[in-house]
């Protein structure tokens, strides 16, 4: 399976999922936010650190939403950003109402 056909099963498998690295400070703060934005939604968490194609998949996560960081977000299968766009949607309330509406 190529990359972008593992990138897309993992954005199918959940209604959050979240690409990350597991030292990348900007990426704790993400997933702190999702643990107080909604402690009881499925979030799939891929740490590229930790894979042995991470660097591949994160070259390949850059094709597909022309950001180079970490972390990538996609709620709904779609493509959210990253830290600064996490942190944008949760200070104007925005956060809170994609995720409800999410919800499995």
Do not use: W
């Amino acid at each position: 399976m190529d990359l972008a056909s593992r990138i897309n099963g993992y954005v199918a498998e959940a209604p959050v999922v979240l690409f990350s690295k597991s030292y990348c400070t900007f990426c704790k703060k993400v997933k702190q936010l999702l643990s107080e934005q909604a402690p009881e939604l499925s979030v799939v968490y891929v740490e590229l650190d930790r894979m042995p194609d991470g660097v591949a998949m994160q070259v390949e996560l850059s094709v597909m939403t022309e950001l180079e960081t970490v972390p990538q977000v996609f709620i709904n299968r779609k493509f959210i950003g990253g830290c600064d766009s996490m942190l944008a949607l949760h200070k104007s309330g925005d956060l809170a109402r994609l995720l409800q509406a999410n919800e499995l």
